[in-house]
């Protein structure tokens, strides 16, 4: 289901991947990581179309027999694409910078100079005239204001009328490097005008700052408190009312202007409709082909489809670059396949689309508690769980449904209340302890207390309450320990490294992240920066990420089941409980299929 | 009134039975036949078991793609973690024309349970390929996916014949069919008392809670199933490495016998 990039870096090597849907081949190219190779899509590019053509015989006819028994004997033809492909991303000499001599520049003064000594006195006096002209034009342009330098030139150029070539030559040529000189004059001059300046400074005088208080107080002393200070004429009722005729008192509705809106969409839909009626011939004989025979799926067929997927997908609170991803990972599955008879693309997309959704629901490992908590039974360790979120997001409140069904399966619980900065955290969880032993009294249960709190009040260091909950349970041969933490905003970085602390030190057998169902895209966010503080802090190779998610008030939204499939994507772990109400029996597992038929319901 | 408005057809059709217009007669001559070819075909269809597939499945690395393979072909291959499915028919014998088609599903476990789904209704034979070196490690995985399997709702109605093939025998630190079928019997007694007691599904209500495995009061055994269980040793790469043949007569006899 992350099909939507192509590339996959392990520690020195990067893998590029191109899949062929419909033969059902996957084409990768591994590289060195260091090296930036630019031929490498292309390669695979052109490695695919050969293969395929080479091949497509055995393929269509023969099946998977075919795909046993072939021999695919590629390697000249591979090698022979590698080498083309080598050859044609060389990088090319660098071209080689031209000579003074080659320059159009040094070109443009031998012209102008033939062109003077060829032409008549007459017109030479002219062109002088104009060559100076322009000249003084081209400076005008260039240094306002050096209208000095610039006289020079006609002037000079206006004297000499009989030059020989080399002197023209010579002359033109000072003329040139005078222009670039003259750069460096303007930057000479320029500090003669700044000296004469700084002799006679004057003192700035700013609007704003420095000057009195007095000089800035434009109030007339005289009108302050006094009713008579506006004029009356300024003053018209009548405009300061704006609406006559309203009833003194009430207040309006907000008015709604829909004609407007209405004439706006009747424009739109006009050009629109004959459109449709032009595309509805062609498109009956496209959904005509598509119905009957073997058509194969290209990227713009699928690209409207998937664009309403999309927005289906957003529109039941998928986090928004997650369904963007889905959609891409999906495309890449069914580009180039080839549909079924009477089967329509509408029909292929959501059936893929479903089938990755069930898959992103379904990942690894199954988190089997129960399981887990009968193995530490056996070693003789109590079985750690921690309880990580932001605020508000039911972590006391789940927890304590989770002790009741621990209880309820025999198990005894040690409710390890690490929450010392929000108040009445630790009263909460006395409540609940005092409710669940009513619910299960000691005598159900061979005398033994099913669940007690250890709490040290509020104010402590967290980690360390929760590394002495996790001995008292040991010695006391509890079985489960819950440890309760307070919530706290992913941004935050001082709570994030305490959290991170307190997973590192204590190495519980299960970290739950505890996310609400209602919440948007800023599940991404909270999991990626809570999964990024616990990787950061952690002093080992393998660092105690997330290993599960609950997910709670999941009663509260009807079929906006989307953060189920942001949560679950961003972290390949699986929800392992849904709370679905505030009572201790409202705690569910995840049922994928429902899930996602109430996400892909229209 | 209905009456009435019948008469006079049936008036018409008497008349014609009598008086036997040769075009009419072949129409309805032609129907009748249609019909009964129709009946016929689907009697025959429905006779002739549908469920023509052998599955096989298994943990990732447990060697089921080389075993199907070495099936089909009797070659060596070198295989890669499988994404997709694999189905080709197998002669089961020369001589026999009983033939079946064996699909093989990827083991991992994002993709196997999607497969499944897919495949499950055309079963009539599962064969459970068991990595026998990895197996103490894996044990609680191997036991969750045939706990799966076994709770199906699909696979209990058709009860398809069950073998679990032990794989890889030929390592030396192979555990032996025996034993890999006490490890499993255990896990799979507390397994169906933990998923058992899971928090229900959200959509409890329609499925009815999880099958019940086996007998309540007894410990579980694979003969309380209502399919029928067996174990093979087998070994996909065979004992003389890859250029000799692969080691599994029992599971061919096996095969043979669900044909």
Known sequence: ?602 | GMAAGLEPHLEALRQELRAPDPAVLSVLLALLVVAITLLIWRFVRGRRSSRKAVLLLGLCDAGKTLLFARLLTGKYRNTQTSITDSSAVYRVSKDKSANVTLIDLPGHESLRLQFLERFKAAARAIVFVVDSVAFQREVKDVAEFLYQVLVDSTLLKNAPALLIACNKQDVTMAKSAKLIQQQLEKELNTLRVTRSAAPTSLDSSATGGPAQLGRKGKDFDFSQLPMKVEFVECSARGSKGEEGEADFEGLEKWLAKVA
């Open chain 1, 1 to 602: 289901e992350r099909g939507g990039s192509n590339s996959f870096t392990h520690e020195a090597l990067t893998l590029k991947y191109k899949l062929d849907n419909q033969f059902e081949l996957v084409f990768v190219v591994g590289f060195q990581k260091i090296l930036t190779l630019t031929y490498v899509d292309k390669l695979i590019d052109d490695v695919h179309k050969e293969f395929r053509d080479k091949y497509r015989n055995e393929f269509q006819q023969k099946g998977t027999l075919g795909l046993l028994n072939g021999t695919f004997d590629f390697k000249d033809d591979f090698m022979r694409l590698l080498r083309d492909a080598e050859e044609s991303s060389k990088v090319r000499a660098p071209t080689v910078m031209k000579t003074f001599e080659q320059s159009l520049k040094s070109q443009k003064t031998v012209k102008c100079m033939i062109e003077t000594r060829g032409e008549k006195p007459k017109e030479k006096v002219k062109n002088k005239k104009n060559k100076g002209s322009k000249k003084e034009g081209t400076e005008a342009v260039a240094a306002p204001g050096k209208a000095s330098a610039g006289d020079k030139q006609p002037s000079a150029a206006g004297e000499k009328e009989e030059l020989t070539k080399d002197e023209i030559l010579q002359k033109n040529r000072e003329e040139f490097f005078k222009r670039h000189m003259k750069a460096g004059e303007k930057s000479s001059k320029s500090p003669k005008p700044e000296a004469q300046k700084e002799k006679g400074k004057k003192p700035r005088v700013w609007d704003l700052g420095n000057s009195n208080a007095k000089v800035l107080d434009y109030s007339n002393s005289a009108t302050n408190g006094s009713a008579e200070a506006c004029p009356v004429e300024e003053f018209d009722p009548d405009t300061a009312l704006g609406d006559r005729n309203r009833e003194p008192g009430r207040l309006y509705d907000l008015e709604y202007e829909s004609d407007d809106e209405a004439e706006e969409e009747k424009v739109v839909q006009n050009p629109s409709k004959p459109s449709v009626k032009k595309g509805g011939l062609g498109g009956m004989f496209g959904m005509l082909k598509g119905l009957v025979g073997s058509k194969s799926l290209t990227r713009e067929d699928m690209d409207p489809v998937l664009e309403k997927m999309k927005d289906h997908l957003i529109a039941k609170n998928v986090a928004a670059e997650i369904a963007v991803q889905l959609c891409e990972s999906v495309a890449k599955k069914l580009e180039g396949k080839v549909m079924g008879t009477f089967t329509t693309v509408t029909s292929t997309v959501k059936q893929a689309l479903q089938e990755a959704l069930v898959q992103i629901l379904q990942p690894q490992r199954r988190v089997d508690v129960l399981r887990d908590v009968m193995d530490a039974q056996r070693h003789r360790r109590p079985y750690v769980v921690t309880f990580c979120g932001v605020n508000g997001v039911g972590k006391s409140t789940n927890l304590a449904k989770i002790s009741f069904w621990l209880i309820e399966n025999g198990f005894s619980v040690l409710i390890a209340a690490c929450d010392t900065f929000r108040a009445g955290a630790v009263e909460q969880l006395r409540t609940h302890t005092r409710r669940l032993n009513a619910l299960h009294p000691p005598e159900n249960h061979g005398g033994r207390t099913m669940v007690q709190l250890y709490e040290k009040g509020y104010g402590k260091d967290a980690a360390g309450i929760a590394m002495e909950a996790i001995s008292y349970a040991r010695n006391q041969g509890f079985d489960v320990v819950l440890v309760d933490t307070a919530g706290r905003m992913q941004d935050n970085a001082p709570l994030m490294t305490a959290l991170a602390k307190l997973i590192a030190v204590n190495a519980p057998d299960l970290v739950l992240f505890v996310g609400e169902a209602l919440v948007g895209n800023e599940a991404v966010d909270q999991l990626v920066k809570f999964n990024k503080a616990l990787a950061d802090h952690s002093m080992a190779q393998t660092p105690r990420l997330i290993d599960g998610i609950v997910l709670t008030k999941f009663d509260t939204i009807d079929d906006k089941v989307g953060a189920a499939i942001s949560m679950t994507y961003i972290t390949s772990k699986p929800i392992v409980f849904v709370g679905t109400g505030q009572t201790y029996c409202d705690l569910r597992s995840l049922n994928a299929k429902a899930v996602v038929a109430a996400l892909m319901k229209a």
